[in-house]
């Protein structure tokens, strides 16, 4: 049953009993242990396991475990937590290799599993290269996981982790909110952590349902927030927060219930104040951001650096130029403070925190953003040409754009604010290109620009 597409760059997800069972559960965990035994060479190799709060995530650890513990691993189990609760474990408690049970925002029928270590994420092809290693493992005939509790050591690290933030970022002001959990597993501690940090925490869809019965729990999406939107006026609260479902990421709707957008007031929010914090620093954001924020940052005093779009590829880009932060399109905010990694738990304090030291600081960002349009259009291109005709139009980008960005596709800054972006399509048979500008007249025009260089080498065929 085992599909070798279920193992993507970051993490391995799919549809349990569908497109995994729960003896591939088992090949998953003693691949992975036995992998990182040899990559870490460390024998026996501790590892630090733990779920997220879906129906199957129970029924997939006795398998995961027994694999992992049959791999040779000396396997802690750290119960039902948030992801970046198990990146903190391995940093504070010093496991070399770990791995979260979860599909993060993805709907109930879906789980996997998020590989990392000490090195950071297991991505690309390691995490790939780990379908094979799987495969090749042949469930033992008798196998048994009645007794997986006996082959883990459980442990609970909850009250010292929240601790730990708490003492990272201090509150100056104590505010009123509320925390819509989606019924996943953030339910059970992020309202507890805010608490902790002094906060008056009102609870919305904080019992853990792993049906998702209200609402996906993914803040990406604007119609999850609407419960949000509506409880922050009833109860009078001055913010409400979204998480997905294994804590990641975080959505904010202000006190009359406005979805604050992550890519520009939010992420505006957050580097306007590590920026008045620490003047002249260094700080990151995807290559699909808008121009402005770049444009924002050099203004405050910062300086702003590009990163690939992907979570593992921007914890490493903040490493790389020693950013102090970095937020990615999707509501992923990795910070210095915390290692690089993203929580957003902790990243729900440092908001919190910028507000309380400077309330007008949202209005600000506000009034600093230009209006702009974005537009996004997808061409269709078949898979055998897909690379090799994109570097024949890269070049040609160079050639009438040298300055032209090309970590990821090419991107082109006009000034202004307006800017366009040409990328392959890494999951799909397509050229993705956008284009954002002053007005809706001149991102067309700055996307046809492109189409028209485009059209010197493939027939222009939308993708749907
Ligand atoms: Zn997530």
Redesign the pocket.
Known sequence: MLKPTIFRLYDIRGVYNEEFSAADCYRIGRAYAEHEAKKLQQSPLKMYITGDGRVSTPEILPYFITGLADGGADVHFGGMSP?PHNYWAVYHKKYPAACVV?A??NPAKYNGFKPHDVHGKVYGDECMGLYEKALAIEVPEDLDVNNWESRCTKVDYKQEYIEYLVSKCEQPKKFRVLVDAGNAVPGAWYPDLLRAAGHEVVELFCDIDGNFPNHQPDPLEPENAAHAQKAVVEYGCDFAFLY??????LGVVDSVGNIIPSRSVMAGVLFKDVVQRKPGVTVAMDVMSSLFLQEMITNWGGNPVLGVTGHAQMMECLHDNNAEMACEFSG?IMTQELHGYDD?GYATLVFLRAIAENPNIINEVREEIPTTTDITKYIAVDDAHKYETFEKMKQKLLELYPSAITLDGVRVNFGNSEWCILRCSNSTPCYKLRAEARTPEKAEQLAQQILDIMAEYIELKPFH
Do not use: E, F, I, K
């Open positions: 992801t979860s993060s925002h997905d479902g294994d804590g990641d990421r992923h957003a």
